[in-house]
């Protein structure tokens, strides 16, 4: 055994160097543009993300491919009527909710693990992203990240079946958290919108029947909370209400497998549903938000890229509140967005306010508001910083009190990067609660700061901390006797 395991590590060094000698392309696209403010999102000759991470470094050991068990059992048909959430959870009612994107590329050249991820801050982290067939059947993206990478700790020498790899990484989170959930966020913009990977099997009942069960299959296997569904977007209102109809697959079929674990346990879990929705009237528009937020737990609202490469002036990306001294800085806002949103039927404490943990650059520009020509270089693609990266060396951080926005200029370089700074996240943070919002959000965790200067800690700690009692308090679940992995159904016992 140690012999293979010594094969297959020096042909994974092999593949490493091949691919540092020529990189592969980022199949995820680095989804950071997910706000969609027009038909489709940006124009379709903005160009994506196009930044590479690779393969991963030469690991200490390497496992062989773990295929994932295809789903065998059926949950049962999707009930037509919509299934309502309950308004009240564990722990004596609701708080805000603390909602992070993990994404499962980042443990490579992000270098961003699950040790690293704040959890005592978070209520919910939304694993990004698992993919679908075109039959409907959800998959996982990246087996090595997902289910196989060993991190210190993990043992060799376990005998069956067993679960590693971020997966198992993020339920030892949970038990050591138990406020924790942890989502499986299923699509994003290269799989479901470039893609379109929803769209065939949504538009049939037997597609979305299968997407369901294979959802709660991988809930099974996995040990995740719940499911996050990132469709960016449906293109009229036909597809609009087949998301819906979708949505009430993945509930009923998530709560019939909830009623058979309290009739096997005594304890009935409460699986999360959630959603990224758009911040664009082209877009919401096409879907039947009152019903849908019927469905959900929550809503994420991607209120974030309202301003970016696409646009003719250097703009807001993620401003409040529209500019009336400078209107072309502002085409969008958080405010009249989140307005439509709550005429249309949405509880404003089911709507939590997406923010940027990146910064969108305008280069040769006289600052907000003018024009600009290009984007300049970023941290993983052109023209987006991580946060932690700014501001860059010569720029000076301004707030726009009026926009309820932030950004910085660099005189010399004539270079703008629209950003959250840390004062300007805290004063989103009280405007969540003065608007009555369910929450904060982040895209995603491997651009904020460590510690002191962090954004997620310091949004976390405005909305009142994690032992104040603010946070939704609604425990995780731990109990997965239907999963394929051992240690899974164990409950990790040696961890």
């Not at 060094?13 to 489709?40: C, M, N, R, W």
């Not at 198992?168 to 499986?184: A, E, F, G």
Request: aromatic share 10%; proline share 7%; glycine share 10%.
């Amino acid at each position: 055994m140690h012999f293979i395991n010594f094969l297959l590590f020096c042909l994974s060094y092999v593949l490493t160097v091949l691919e540092t000698l020529h990189p592969s392309e980022d199949p995820f696209s680095i989804d950071v543009s997910k706000a969609g403010l027009t038909q489709g999102g940006p124009p379709a000759s903005t160009p994506r993300a196009s930044s590479t991470f690779g393969s991963p470094g030469p690991p200490t050991h390497q496992t062989p491919l773990i295929p994932l068990t295809p789903a065998k059992d059926s949950i049962g048909t999707p009930k037509d009527p919509i299934l309502p959430r309950p308004t009240t959870v564990m722990g004596g009612g609701e708080g805000y909710r603390t909602v992070a994107y993990f994404v499962n590329w980042g443990i490579y050249g992000r270098k961003y693990f699950p040790h690293t991820v704040p959890a005592d801050k978070l209520t919910h982290v939304l694993y990004s992203f698992g993919d679908n067939r075109e039959d409907g059947e959800v998959i996982l993206t990246d087996q090595w990240s997902d289910i196989q990478i060993h991190y210190e700790g993990d043992s060799w020498n376990d005998q069956g079946n067993n679960l590693y790899g971020n997966l198992k990484q993020l339920y030892l989170l949970k038990k050591k958290n138990r406020n924790l959930k942890v989502l499986l966020s299923i699509g994003g913009w290269t799989y479901a919108h470039e893609q379109k990977h929803f769209d065939t099997p949504a538009s049939t009942p037997q597609g979305r029947k299968k997407f369901a069960d294979s959802c709660v299959q991988l809930i099974k296997d996995l040990g995740f909370d719940g499911i996050d569904i990132d469709w960016e977007y449906p293109r009229d209102q036909d597809q609009g209400h087949q998301l819906l109809l979708l949505l009430q697959a993945i509930r009923s079929a998530m709560d019939a497998y909830a009623s058979k674990l309290e009739g096997e346990t005594g304890t009935k879990p409460q699986f999360v549903l959630t959603i990224a929705a758009p911040a664009g009237a082209d877009n919401y528009n096409n879907i039947p938000l009152g019903a849908i937020a019927q469905v959900l737990d929550f809503i994420n609202l991607m209120a974030y890229d309202y301003s970016g490469s696409w646009d003719k002036a250097a703009g807001h990306q993620a401003n409040l509140f529209p500019s009336t001294s400078v209107p072309a800085c502002t085409p969008f806002n958080s405010q009249s967005v989140i307005d439509a949103y709550v005429s249309k039927g949405v509880p404003a404490n089911k709507i939590v306010l997406g923010m940027p943990l990146y910064g969108r650059a305008f280069t040769n520009t006289d600052g907000i508001g003018k024009s600009y020509n290009g984007s300049g270089p970023g941290s993983w693609e052109n023209g987006v910083w991580d946060f932690k990266a700014l501001p860059q060396p010569g720029a000076q951080e301004y707030s726009d009190e009026e926009s309820g926005a932030s950004y910085s200029y660099d005189q010399n370089t004539r270079t703008l990067v629209s950003y959250d700074t840390l004062d300007m996240a805290k004063k989103k943070a009280k405007w969540i609660k003065q608007k009555g919002l369910g929450g904060a959000m982040w895209w995603e965790l491997s651009g904020d700061r460590q510690g002191e200067g962090s954004i997620v800690n310091g949004v976390v700690a405005e909305l009142g901390g994690p032992s104040s009692g603010r946070l939704e308090h609604h425990a995780n679940w731990l109990i997965y006797p239907d999963s394929q992995y051992d240690n899974l159904r164990k409950g990790f016992p040696n961890n």
